[in-house]
């Protein structure tokens, strides 16, 4: 009769639910021998590796951590490459936060045992500065570590500003010196700066297909091209729209290039009367030719007269923001120049009705799927004639209640079911409590 | 016979008298002398009906129900000394209560009874009376609240055991709330859409019942004693330890009488204005209305059941009996639908350990907060909204959506549990269930609320009140600028700040944060948490593709984390159809 112990007799490379099989098996002639006469030997303990991380994969850490003290098996099983190649370190000091921190004695394990199995890291931190240093001192220990991905994420406010500089930047080199193979990096409100970039494009070129900065004060327009100029392979780039280019869209176009999927920019004014530069329609028309289904993000945290430099040339957005208010003139000139809208999110505008605005974008936009509207006023007419124009496309429709506006053909009762008939599914305001 | 008097003394079973009465007609001569010693505790049935909300003679039906039959009527307010001291509730809210308490106890006094208000603790307080006036049965609303719950479980328990039978009967709510819970297989509705379709399949709402006037109550009387004021009167502010000076007269007085007179003028604008949608939003609604109910309703002042009844009535005699709307109730569906969503969940009022609320990684910044609670956050619409709050016990609700906003996910990324707290302390019609329920929503941390919403602190008040007169009226120091700064002063030039002798950093505060930045970060820190909900289907505003981080790799790097991976919310029809 087979006996099963700790992972000798299991067949390497079995795959899981064959060695569950084979368990299963075994077990049923277990129990044959049971049933004859013989002691009973089913054990928790003899379960294959396999099995046990197969297992312990869906355990949350905690319970994985209970589970690895119960024997020695289960805690050669806990300490496994497989498990700990992904991590997420979850900085948070109590007079910050009301989240709990990974432990730090199961920081210190990790770095000990499990760094260079790491290869999608985490940092998570609260906006303390001694969370952001921590991470960072966790950084600049991960030697032995080939990354393929790293978030450096503030949960509130951003901490790794609070940093000294030549700290971050010393413990992100770490990481870009060691990694030679970075594929995913999330560095956004951070003091990254251009040297530091120039050491990711040495090590990781070939590598690097995601990169998101938004926010990265340090940071000037030649440090990002640099990174377009030498990583052909990126396919997603989040950046601010003062480090945004013509020579950066060339280089994001350049034959070499492979296509851009994704690009997210975030327009923000630091000062009111702030100026902006433009970009040039033929910049964006070579991004186009070179990656015809690249999303184009924007989000605008703008005062209403500071878009002039903006909508006043075809752009090919999909992803369009006002964090805001916005015009109605500049409503209007989305209608006209971004022919590629999926999705567009008004946060306010103000208290002239967006009626013709709203009918324009529809016409035009043959693409747009996804509406939001905050503090706005459209007439309930405009509106439903909004939407039978575009019909069923629309996936998403989030409307405050207050934005639409009865008149003499509908009542704001009657309008959720004319609504409901064009868009082929029931749908209804979004509503905020009253007391 | 005498045998059979103890057993009925015993047992406060009235009920079981009248049976054996129409048996006995010998047991019914004992039963009218019972009555004629109507002056003695000892003998006769003896009612406490505990008023706890409800503060009213109308549609008490509780009361209603206890009083067939007795003898002896008590109603008691009992006031916990603890609360008084504590700083959770304000001395607007305390004067609301007090001003509820004089009420109730002249109503009854015209019914030669009076209002008994005995100091302490529901559990320490019943074991006494039951004993000293001899109690036969207790009467209570029902509250549906988990606190309430368990606090009258406890005393339902002690009733028993002192053979007291109690009467509790529904009249806080327009429904039974675990009816509709039970309509929808046993989970409370999660959208304020789905609580509405299951409200469209319960049975009608239950006529108020009617009010207890001197025909209602005349077997009964009310054991007084030449002391009363002294042992069970209504307490002053002072007596409760606050200071009266200065203290300018309440913009809310409380009390049943004021809440009907409010019901019949809120009717009466309403048939003036013949139009029951939404009204517009202007400057003026900002303000305190002789017409507004909220308080009314949540001290139980006001009948929610006879405002619902009424509405119904006027709509139908002004639009000609064509069926209302929900909308028409909306005031009262939304406080029904938080109460539903609290009423089985003891954690509802917390983050932690609640199964409707987002674990959002909320900065911890006391600093940050008192300034907000203050109105010392530097930009006007903000401050004056929370100084109407202090000043006043009441803002309107878009004025809450502004700076529940601002605490939580527009600007300061404060958990929305602080929000509550102050807004407990503060405002007037903050129940437990409503005012948790609402800052959940306002925070974006429950309800699938879409989180793009957000409202400027300068903006929104400016195209809500242009002329900044609602500003100026509240905070007197910026009452020289002028419309175009008076939002937004910083901006101001030196002259316009010299000319309006309110210097920005001097007389009145700079703004503690850059709105811009702010929204933008938070914006960014909603979306990491929304994406991370696997049912999430709404405005996914750019979302990464994370390239680099395959599906299974996501998959375990969710379970690599040290708390068990975000709730999924429960499944209920998403926010759109």
């Given at each position: 009769m087979k006996r099963i112990k700790g992972g000798e007799e299991a067949s390497g490379g079995e795959s899981p639910p064959e060695a569950c099989k084979k368990l299963r098996t075994e077990i049923s002639e277990e129990s044959e021998a049971k049933a004859a006469g013989e002691s009973p030997l089913?054990?928790?303990?003899?379960?294959?590796q396999e099995i046990l991380l197969h297992i312990f994969q869906y355990l949350p850490l905690l319970d994985r951590a209970y589970a690895s003290q119960v024997c020695r098996g289960w805690n050669e099983a806990f300490h496994m490459p497989e498990l700990w190649r992904c991590f997420e370190f979850e900085l948070n000091q109590p007079a910050s936060s009301y989240l709990k921190a990974t432990h730090p004695d199961l920081i210190k394990q990790i770095i000990k045992r499990h760094s260079n199995h790491l290869q999608y890291v985490s940092f998570k931190v609260d906006s303390s500065t001694e969370s952001a240093e921590a991470a960072c001192d966790i950084l600049s220990q991960l030697v032995n570590c080939s990354l393929k991905t790293l978030g450096l994420i503030s949960t509130a406010r951003p901490s790794f500003m609070e940093v000294p500089k030549s700290h971050f930047i010393s413990a992100l080199t770490v990481v870009f010196v060691n990694s030679k193979s970075l594929s995913s990096l999330k560095i956004d409100d951070t003091p990254v700066d251009d040297p530091s970039l120039k050491v990711l494009v040495a090590n990781n070129s070939d590598t690097l297909k995601l990169l998101k900065m938004s926010s990265c004060p340090h940071v000037s327009p030649a440090g990002i091209l640099c990174v377009a100029d030498q990583c052909h392979g990126l396919r997603e780039l989040a950046l601010n729209y003062h480090l945004l280019s013509d020579e950066l869209l060339l280089a994001l176009s350049s034959e070499k290039h492979v296509h851009l999927e994704h690009l997210r920019i975030d327009v923000v004014s630091e000062n009111p009367g702030q100026h902006f530069h433009t970009i040039k329609k033929s910049s964006w028309d070579a991004m186009v030719r070179h990656s015809p289904k690249f999303n184009l993000v924007m989000y605008f945290f703008l005062y209403e007269d500071e878009f002039g430099p903006f909508f006043n040339d075809e752009i090919p957005i999909t992803h369009l923001y006002f964090g805001r208010s916005v015009s109605k003139e500049v409503l209007g000139r989305v209608g006209l120049h971004c022919p590629r809208l999926v999705e567009l999110v008004v946060c306010a505008n103000g208290l002239r009705p967006l009626d013709e605005e709203l009918i324009r974008i529809a016409k035009h936009c043959t693409q747009l799927s996804a509406i939001g509207l905050g503090e706005c006023e459209v007439s309930c007419s405009a509106f439903v004639e909004f939407v039978k124009m575009c019909?069923?496309?629309?996936s998403q429709l989030s409307i405050m209640e207050e934005v639409l506006i009865p008149d003499h053909k509908y009542s704001l009762d009657e309008i959720h079911w004319e609504v409901s008939k064009h868009l082929g599914r029931v749908w209804f305001p979004d509503m905020m409590p009253t007391w | 016979f005498v045998g059979v008097f103890t057993v009925f003394r015993g047992l406060s079973a009235v009920s079981t008298c009248s049976q054996s009465c129409s048996a006995n007609p010998t047991l019914t001569t004992l039963f009218i002398f019972n009555a004629a010693m109507k002056n003695s505790d000892s003998m006769g049935v003896n009612t406490i009906h505990w008023f706890r909300k409800g503060l009213r003679l109308h549609d008490n039906p509780a009361l209603r129900d206890s009083i067939r039959g007795t003898d002896t009527l008590r109603c008691i307010y009992i006031l916990d000394p603890w609360f008084a001291g504590?700083?959770?509730?304000?001395i607007n809210r305390w004067r609301f209560l007090l001003h509820c308490l004089e009420d109730l106890d002249a109503s009854l006094r015209k019914l030669n009874s009076r209002l008994f208000v005995i100091r302490g603790q529901p559990t320490d307080v019943f074991p006494r009376l039951f004993r000293e006036w001899n109690i036969a049965r207790l009467s209570y609303e029902y509250d549906s609240e988990p606190f309430g719950k368990e606090r009258d479980a406890a005393i339902q328990k002690l009733a028993s055991e002192a053979g007291v039978e109690v009467t509790v009967r529904i009249s806080h709510t327009l429904y039974n709330l675990d009816k509709i819970i039970e309509l929808n297989d046993g989970q409370p509705p999660l959208t304020y859409k789905r609580f509405q379709a299951i409200i469209n399949q319960m049975d009608a709402v239950e006529l108020p019942a009617e009010t207890i006037i001197s025909k209602v109550i005349k077997n009964c009387t009310t054991p007084i004693t030449h002391d009363h004021d002294d042992k069970f009167g209504v307490p002053s502010l002072e007596e409760l330890g606050f200071e009266t000076e200065g203290l300018s007269t309440a913009v809310w007085p409380g009390g049943e009488t004021e809440a009907l007179m409010r019901l019949e003028r809120h009717l009466e604008r309403k048939a003036w204005v013949a139009n029951f949608e939404r009204p517009r939003m202007n400057s003026n609604s900002l303000l305190a209305a002789p017409t507004g109910l909220s308080p009314y309703l949540r001290f139980g002042c006001l009948s929610c059941r006879l405002f619902y009844f009424k509405l119904t009535d006027l709509y139908k005699k002004v639009k000609k009996n064509s069926t209302p709307p929900l909308s028409l109730y909306g005031q009262l569906l939304w406080r029904e639908f938080f109460y539903t969503t609290a009423t089985n969940n003891p954690c509802f009022d917390k983050m932690e350990g609640n199964p409707v609320c987002l674990q959002i990684p909320w900065d911890r910044n006391p600093e940050a907060l008192a300034k907000w609670a203050e109105g010392q956050t530097g930009y006007p619409w903000i401050d004056a909204i929370m100084t109407q709050l202090r000043q006043e016990g009441w803002i309107h609700h878009l004025a809450r959506h502004a700076v529940a906003c601002f605490l939580t996910r527009g600007d300061l990324w404060i958990s929305w549990e602080e929000g509550m707290k102050v807004f407990e302390e503060l405002?007037?019609?903050?129940?437990w269930s409503v005012n948790a329920g609402s800052w959940m929503w306002l925070s974006c941390?429950?309800?699938?609320?879409?989180?793009?919403?957000c409202y400027c602190p300068v903006g929104f008040g400016r195209r809500t009140d242009p002329s900044g007169d609602y500003i100026r009226r509240y905070l007197p120091v910026l009452r020289g600028f002028p419309a175009k700064y008076i939002y937004d002063p910083w901006n101001a030039p030196e002259d316009v700040q010299k000319a309006a002798k309110c210097i920005i950093g001097t007389n009145y505060p700079r703004p503690m944060v850059n709105h811009a930045e702010a929204s933008r970060v938070n914006i960014e820190r909603m979306k990491q948490i929304y994406q991370q909900l696997s049912c999430y289907k709404g405005l996914v505003i750019s979302v990464s593709s994370s390239y680099g981080e395959s599906s299974r790799d996501q998959a375990s790097l969710r379970f690599a984390c040290t708390r068990a991976s975000q709730r999924t919310l429960p499944q209920g029809p998403l926010f759109i159809g």
């Amino acid at each position: 009769m087979k006996r099963i112990k700790g992972g000798e007799e299991a067949s390497g490379g079995e795959s899981p639910p064959e060695a569950c099989k084979k368990l299963r098996t075994e077990i049923s002639e277990e129990s044959e021998a049971k049933a004859a006469g013989e002691s009973p030997l089913c054990d928790w303990s003899l379960l294959p590796q396999e099995i046990l991380l197969h297992i312990f994969q869906y355990l949350p850490l905690l319970d994985r951590a209970y589970a690895s003290q119960v024997c020695r098996g289960w805690n050669e099983a806990f300490h496994m490459p497989e498990l700990w190649r992904c991590f997420e370190f979850e900085l948070n000091q109590p007079a910050s936060s009301y989240l709990k921190a990974t432990h730090p004695d199961l920081i210190k394990q990790i770095i000990k045992r499990h760094s260079n199995h790491l290869q999608y890291v985490s940092f998570k931190v609260d906006s303390s500065t001694e969370s952001a240093e921590a991470a960072c001192d966790i950084l600049s220990q991960l030697v032995n570590c080939s990354l393929k991905t790293l978030g450096l994420i503030s949960t509130a406010r951003p901490s790794f500003m609070e940093v000294p500089k030549s700290h971050f930047i010393s413990a992100l080199t770490v990481v870009f010196v060691n990694s030679k193979s970075l594929s995913s990096l999330k560095i956004d409100d951070t003091p990254v700066d251009d040297p530091s970039l120039k050491v990711l494009v040495a090590n990781n070129s070939d590598t690097l297909k995601l990169l998101k900065m938004s926010s990265c004060p340090h940071v000037s327009p030649a440090g990002i091209l640099c990174v377009a100029d030498q990583c052909h392979g990126l396919r997603e780039l989040a950046l601010n729209y003062h480090l945004l280019s013509d020579e950066l869209l060339l280089a994001l176009s350049s034959e070499k290039h492979v296509h851009l999927e994704h690009l997210r920019i975030d327009v923000v004014s630091e000062n009111p009367g702030q100026h902006f530069h433009t970009i040039k329609k033929s910049s964006w028309d070579a991004m186009v030719r070179h990656s015809p289904k690249f999303n184009l993000v924007m989000y605008f945290f703008l005062y209403e007269d500071e878009f002039g430099p903006f909508f006043n040339d075809e752009i090919p957005i999909t992803h369009l923001y006002f964090g805001r208010s916005v015009s109605k003139e500049v409503l209007g000139r989305v209608g006209l120049h971004c022919p590629r809208l999926v999705e567009l999110v008004v946060c306010a505008n103000g208290l002239r009705p967006l009626d013709e605005e709203l009918i324009r974008i529809a016409k035009h936009c043959t693409q747009l799927s996804a509406i939001g509207l905050g503090e706005c006023e459209v007439s309930c007419s405009a509106f439903v004639e909004f939407v039978k124009m575009c019909g069923r496309r629309l996936s998403q429709l989030s409307i405050m209640e207050e934005v639409l506006i009865p008149d003499h053909k509908y009542s704001l009762d009657e309008i959720h079911w004319e609504v409901s008939k064009h868009l082929g599914r029931v749908w209804f305001p979004d509503m905020m409590p009253t007391w | 016979f005498v045998g059979v008097f103890t057993v009925f003394r015993g047992l406060s079973a009235v009920s079981t008298c009248s049976q054996s009465c129409s048996a006995n007609p010998t047991l019914t001569t004992l039963f009218i002398f019972n009555a004629a010693m109507k002056n003695s505790d000892s003998m006769g049935v003896n009612t406490i009906h505990w008023f706890r909300k409800g503060l009213r003679l109308h549609d008490n039906p509780a009361l209603r129900d206890s009083i067939r039959g007795t003898d002896t009527l008590r109603c008691i307010y009992i006031l916990d000394p603890w609360f008084a001291g504590s700083s959770s509730v304000g001395i607007n809210r305390w004067r609301f209560l007090l001003h509820c308490l004089e009420d109730l106890d002249a109503s009854l006094r015209k019914l030669n009874s009076r209002l008994f208000v005995i100091r302490g603790q529901p559990t320490d307080v019943f074991p006494r009376l039951f004993r000293e006036w001899n109690i036969a049965r207790l009467s209570y609303e029902y509250d549906s609240e988990p606190f309430g719950k368990e606090r009258d479980a406890a005393i339902q328990k002690l009733a028993s055991e002192a053979g007291v039978e109690v009467t509790v009967r529904i009249s806080h709510t327009l429904y039974n709330l675990d009816k509709i819970i039970e309509l929808n297989d046993g989970q409370p509705p999660l959208t304020y859409k789905r609580f509405q379709a299951i409200i469209n399949q319960m049975d009608a709402v239950e006529l108020p019942a009617e009010t207890i006037i001197s025909k209602v109550i005349k077997n009964c009387t009310t054991p007084i004693t030449h002391d009363h004021d002294d042992k069970f009167g209504v307490p002053s502010l002072e007596e409760l330890g606050f200071e009266t000076e200065g203290l300018s007269t309440a913009v809310w007085p409380g009390g049943e009488t004021e809440a009907l007179m409010r019901l019949e003028r809120h009717l009466e604008r309403k048939a003036w204005v013949a139009n029951f949608e939404r009204p517009r939003m202007n400057s003026n609604s900002l303000l305190a209305a002789p017409t507004g109910l909220s308080p009314y309703l949540r001290f139980g002042c006001l009948s929610c059941r006879l405002f619902y009844f009424k509405l119904t009535d006027l709509y139908k005699k002004v639009k000609k009996n064509s069926t209302p709307p929900l909308s028409l109730y909306g005031q009262l569906l939304w406080r029904e639908f938080f109460y539903t969503t609290a009423t089985n969940n003891p954690c509802f009022d917390k983050m932690e350990g609640n199964p409707v609320c987002l674990q959002i990684p909320w900065d911890r910044n006391p600093e940050a907060l008192a300034k907000w609670a203050e109105g010392q956050t530097g930009y006007p619409w903000i401050d004056a909204i929370m100084t109407q709050l202090r000043q006043e016990g009441w803002i309107h609700h878009l004025a809450r959506h502004a700076v529940a906003c601002f605490l939580t996910r527009g600007d300061l990324w404060i958990s929305w549990e602080e929000g509550m707290k102050v807004f407990e302390e503060l405002l007037l019609d903050a129940d437990w269930s409503v005012n948790a329920g609402s800052w959940m929503w306002l925070s974006c941390s429950s309800f699938f609320q879409q989180f793009f919403h957000c409202y400027c602190p300068v903006g929104f008040g400016r195209r809500t009140d242009p002329s900044g007169d609602y500003i100026r009226r509240y905070l007197p120091v910026l009452r020289g600028f002028p419309a175009k700064y008076i939002y937004d002063p910083w901006n101001a030039p030196e002259d316009v700040q010299k000319a309006a002798k309110c210097i920005i950093g001097t007389n009145y505060p700079r703004p503690m944060v850059n709105h811009a930045e702010a929204s933008r970060v938070n914006i960014e820190r909603m979306k990491q948490i929304y994406q991370q909900l696997s049912c999430y289907k709404g405005l996914v505003i750019s979302v990464s593709s994370s390239y680099g981080e395959s599906s299974r790799d996501q998959a375990s790097l969710r379970f690599a984390c040290t708390r068990a991976s975000q709730r999924t919310l429960p499944q209920g029809p998403l926010f759109i159809g």
